[in-house]
């Protein structure tokens, strides 16, 4: 007997359920007429410049990384000289185009430093060619700053600092 009643427990369940389930369903299901459309964030698509130096952290990161691993670097990224051409977001940059070259030159100068020194000697070379971003990013543009800072390397004591 109580196997009958567990059966037409389950059984009432299960039609409350089928009853139910489709107003649930259709009361969950938004009206395209109420959704409110997005509104725009103003936000300019990368300009030449941006999409370039995005590609410079992601390369700086990568080069930490591999570097405390010990791990050779990437190969040396001759196309990073097009900062010196590349277009900026609205065409025009924060400060004037001579500032901007000399940091410019300045870190292809620490990044071809960083290949052209011995990888015992690279972590503190790696530091000063994230330097020469804050230093640029100081100046200008400010807002990548946070991520800048995130890409120093740890620097080990020399055995007379220990």
């Given at each position: 007997?109580?196997?009958?009643?567990?059966?037409?427990?389950?059984?009432?369940?299960?039609?409350?359920?089928?009853?139910?389930?489709?107003?649930?369903?259709?009361?969950?299901?938004a009206?395209?007429?109420?959704?409110?459309?997005p509104v725009?964030?103003?936000?300019?698509?990368?300009?030449?410049?941006?999409?370039?130096?995005?590609?410079m952290?992601a390369f700086?990161?990568?080069?930490?990384?591999?570097?405390?691993?010990?791990?050779?670097?990437?190969?040396?990224?001759?196309?990073?000289?097009?900062?010196?051409?590349?277009?900026?977001?609205?065409?025009?940059?924060?400060?004037?185009r001579?500032s901007?070259?000399?940091?410019?030159?300045?870190?292809?100068?620490?990044?071809?430093?960083?290949?052209d020194?011995?990888?015992?000697?690279?972590?503190?070379?790696?530091?000063?060619?994230?330097?020469?971003?804050?230093n640029?990013?100081?100046?200008?543009?400010?807002?990548?700053?946070?991520?800048?800072?995130?890409?120093y390397?740890?620097?080990?004591?020399?055995?007379?600092?220990?």
């Open positions: 007997m109580s196997k009958n009643r567990d059966i037409q427990r389950w059984a009432a369940i299960l039609a409350v359920i089928s009853l139910v389930a489709p107003f649930i369903i259709a009361c969950s299901v009206d395209p007429a109420t959704v409110p459309t725009p964030q103003g936000l300019k698509p990368a300009s030449e410049l941006a999409l370039l130096m995005r590609e952290t700086t990161d990568s080069t930490r990384l591999r570097s405390g691993r010990g791990e050779e670097l990437l190969p040396y990224p001759a196309h990073f000289d097009r900062m010196l051409t590349a277009t900026p977001t609205d065409g025009k940059l924060d400060i004037d001579a901007f070259d000399a940091f410019a030159h300045h870190y292809l100068g620490q990044l071809k430093d960083l290949y020194t011995p990888k015992a000697d690279r972590q503190q070379v790696f530091n000063g060619t994230v330097q020469a971003c804050a640029c990013h100081a100046a200008a543009c400010p807002g990548p700053l946070v991520r800048i800072k995130k890409l390397a740890p620097m080990e004591l020399s055995p007379s600092a220990k």
